[in-house]
């Protein structure tokens, strides 16, 4: 069914996503004054915000690594070779993946942290006159190219970086990238499965609507269809596709889809992105 992978595609993006979020959530308590100094200036106390910090990085980078693997084999199901989006599709991975240096950096180092060790994570501390403190979370470059496996590309990456990789500055940017493709992903398959998303929605409503008739909406083993958005009502039949995307503030919440307002005719399919 349509709608059954539309979501399977929903909670891979929100496996990746959620990790994201707690490793960029713990390294930006180093932003905060309240617990920036603390940290820096107790030793045990630093050594644990690093000891997170690996601990998030691991889950973070075998998030990555599964949805690649997930997301290969929902395409190959879906768009064998030589049919119409397959082509298309494949020109954007080779421009957005297979050519990017941070791509296979976080691919590499998920290689890297799950079977040959942790990397050394640091510190950095600058502020300028009349200006704020400024901390970043890093990686040592001389440390990791200690392993020789990685590939030429990441290599290129951990060498522009300098002295030591931005940490929050690669995670935060690789997982808005995917983020952006998965939903580019999520968005054509729900164009070419228009009727089978909308017949789903619309029995899902029906449903709803019977169990509130009967006093039963809510009741536990009866909920298997009322999970989806009430605020997300299914257009009629006759309406076609007309649902929109509402991104939250955060560039890592799960957008929300609901119904296009009233005259719209540029709108999106539905995503795989659900609450």
């Not at 940490?167 to 997982?175: C, N, P």
């Not at 983020?179 to 398959?189: G, S």
């Not at 009629?236 to 929300?256: D, L, Q, V, Y």
């Amino acid at each position: 069914m349509a709608f059954a992978k539309l979501a399977r595609l929903a909670r891979t993006e929100k496996i990746l996503v959620g990790n994201a979020k707690a490793l960029l959530e713990h390294l930006s308590r180093m932003h905060d004054p309240a617990q920036q100094l603390p940290i820096w200036s107790d030793q045990q106390a630093f050594e644990e915000f690093l000891n997170e910090t690996e601990r998030h990085l691991h889950n973070y980078v075998a998030a990555a690594h599964s949805r690649v693997e997930y997301f290969r084999r929902f395409v190959r199901a879906e768009w064998p070779k030589g049919s119409p989006f397959r082509e298309e599709y494949q020109q954007r991975v080779d421009k957005e993946f297979a050519a990017s240096q941070l791509h296979k950096f976080v691919t590499d180092l998920r290689n890297y942290v799950l079977h040959v060790r942790l990397p050394v994570s640091t510190g950095s501390l600058s502020w300028v006159r009349d200006g704020p403190l400024t901390c970043r979370t890093l990686l040592d470059s001389a440390d990791l190219f200690r392993w020789e496996g990685w590939s030429p590309l990441a290599r290129q990456y951990i060498e522009a970086s300098g002295e030591s990789v931005d940490l929050e500055t690669a995670v935060r940017t690789y997982t808005d990238g995917v983020m952006a493709f998965d939903r580019w992903v999520a968005a054509n398959f729900a164009q070419e499965h228009v009727d089978g998303v909308e017949s789903y929605l619309h029995a899902e409503s029906e449903y709803v609507a019977l169990l509130r008739r009967l006093g039963l909406y809510g009741t536990p083993g009866l909920s298997t269809l009322t999970s989806a958005r009430e605020r997300c009502k299914p257009p009629r039949p006759a309406s076609g596709c007309t649902w929109c995307r509402s991104s939250g503030s955060n560039s890592f919440e799960p957008s929300t889809w609901g119904p296009c307002a009233s005259g719209r005719t540029s709108c999106a399919p539905a995503s795989a992105t659900t609450p």
